[in-house]
């Protein structure tokens, strides 16, 4: 559905995705990739389990929660990829300690 | 438009009342204000309490525990009769609560005061327990607790519901038992006609036999003109709740409960600052230290909101239960409790109000208490 526009002048960076190598540029956000894969969800709602995608793209919405690093609850549509950054889909409501 | 009874006021205090009084086959119309008015039922922590309540007042100790008793059957009830589409979930739960202590004094401090209350209520029942801090790491496993946790008193009775879930299912209630609830109808006018009252508000005029005053902050100016003394004031409270996690808090605790859906709210403070109800920073903090003080580890979670919301505080803090001597059939309720107290309102106080007399047992909470000269 979402794909990026080429542009050369940016350094590529490789990150994670569940356990999938995925080839992006710096200067993007993890939620900006999240969506133009094929499966385009963030997390399962922490209620209903249904599958949240990022949707604001600017820091209000919360739907675009993911694990970044092993940080649960991370806010994707604020967060610039980095080379070999880990990131995992959160599945329902992540453990207290 | 005709009542046998007009309660002003949808709060958790009014409502509860009101479904009670339209279950028992009276005609009600209830009174509500404007969504900008100073609403305590949407700022409440969701505790329905009775450890270490009333401890210079027993009879309010006695109050709460009836209505922890009662409140069981009265959730059968308001959510049992709701017809399946309509049925409000109010997570309530009573598998007991705890206070936390820190250090022997404080926990030696908290047994003494405990064990006075239930010998001055004439308990005949094992209503709390001392906990050592092993045993609270054994009942919660999930719970690290921060070193300087000395142990808990365990209140049997305690207990909690989502308070938002409560109001929305009480003003359900009342329409499904054929009440009115007319919002953004502020009174204007009200007195007291030949046979009952006559109430103002948008514009309309609503007259009944009883009148019922439980409007909060609101209370003190409409009692005046029937004739009685109910000093209220506001005092701030504010809670921070945390973003969702998976269970791991299983009882609520005086400043902590975790909820249904996996927040954690945090609380709370009473300040005495009219009525502001600003949020702010520096009691954000100091209960958030609270907080961290019982269990390090609440410093990983998120703060994803904080509130205000101003309780309607009578001078000794107990409620306020009074019929008018000069206006029989006008009655006043106002307490800060309206949570824990909705099954006695909903039950044992609708059933008197709808008699047209409040209990002997209840003189302890008339406000002429509050008139009695000090000794100099």
Known sequence: ?97 | MHADIIVIGAGTVGAAIAYGLARRQRTVVVLDGGDTDFRAAGANFGLVWVQGKGPDLPPYQTLSRTSADLWPEFARELTGEAPVEAKVALEYEKRGGFAFCFGEAEFEKRRAMLTKLHVDCGSNDDDFDMMERAELERLMPGVVFGPDVTGASFGRHDGHVNPLRLLRALHAGILRHGGTLLRDHAVTGIRSAAFGFEVEAAGTIFDADRLVLAAGLGTAALAARMGMHVPVRPQRGQILVTERVAPFFPYPANGIRQTRDGTVLLGTSNEEVGFDTSATATIGTKIARGALHVSPALARLRIVRQWAGLRVMTPDSYPIYIQSNEFPGAFVAVCHSGVTLAAFHATVLAEAIAAGMLPAWLSPFHPGRFDVPKAA
Do not use: H, N
Not at chain 1, 31 to 45: D, G, K
Not at chain 1, 57 to 72: E, K, Q, R, S
């Open chain 1, 1 to 97: 559905m979402f794909r990026k526009l080429p542009d050369s002048t940016m350094k590529a960076v490789t990150l994670s995705i569940d356990g999938v190598r995925v080839e992006c540029a710096q200067g993007e956000t993890v939620a900006a990739v999240l969506l133009r894969q094929q499966e385009c969800w963030a997390r399962l709602s922490t209620v209903s389990q249904a599958p949240r995608a990022p949707y604001c793209m600017m820091g209000v919405c919360f739907d675009c929660l993911a694990i970044v690093d092993g940080v649960a609850s991370v806010q994707t549509c604020l967060t610039a990829v980095r080379d070999g950054m880990i990131i995992e889909r959160q599945r329902g409501r992540p453990e207290a300690a």
